[in-house]
């Protein structure tokens, strides 16, 4: 996880703090007390965890042998707790598998009614579900990329980016959509039908 103390800067006061796992270590370090904690628990020191309960955290114990990652049972609780908007931190890691799998978990169908943000440093990946419209405000400069998912990206137009597309269909697996740049502050990616991850890359620290 890189840039973890900037996590101050992005969490509010009133948020819901779900730790996966994992995850905990990190809230550890930043002084962070999460609501709930939710996994196998197979990585955390029991001492902490102790801790955690007697001061008021709710603790949701798996079985290490489970259908689901720890990820995906937290965004489940968090959705089942009324969240629509759920911020992801620390979900790109040094293990391909897990990163592959966490950002392609915004494309379940279950998780279609919200929306999804995995950020980490100043990359921020969202998904783009046809038909809809996501804009982008960063900087002039900043990388946006758009990666298909399962399917063609159908109906895609692109305004404020150096690359533009009007009604156009980026192929899924094809490398089309990567690295496009944002020529002002803000940047609009429209989509009539399928799947778009999208990488919005902070070039300057806001």
Not at 89 to 111: C, Q, V
């Amino acid at each position: 996880m890189k840039n973890i103390h900037d996590i101050h800067d992005i969490i509010l006061p009133e948020d819901l703090i779900i730790a996966a796992d994992g995850g905990t270590t990190h809230c550890q370090a930043l002084g962070i007390k999460p609501s709930f904690v939710v996994g196998d628990l197979d990585s955390l020191n029991p001492d902490y965890l102790e801790s955690l309960q007697t001061s008021g955290t709710a603790i949701i114990s798996y079985p290490a042998n489970k259908d689901h990652t720890d990820l995906e049972l937290s965004i489940r609780k968090a959705i089942e707790l009324g969240c629509d908007e759920i911020l992801v931190l620390g979900a790109l890691g040094a293990r391909w598998d897990m990163t592959i799998a966490n950002l392609l978990l915004p494309a379940l169908s279950d998780f279609s009614k919200v929306t999804i943000r995995l950020i980490d440093g100043h990359q921020e990946v969202i998904l783009l579900r046809g038909k809809g419209e996501l804009t982008f405000k960063g900087k002039k400069g900043d990388i946006l990329s758009l990666v298909p998912v399962g399917e063609d990206a159908e109906g895609v137009a692109l305004q404020g980016l150096e690359y533009p597309l009007e009604d156009d269909v980026l192929k899924f697996a094809a490398t089309r959509g990567i690295s496009n740049v944002l020529l002002e502050d803000t940047a609009t990616v429209y989509l009539k039908k399928g799947l778009l991850l999208c990488i919005h890359i902070r070039k300057h620290k806001d």
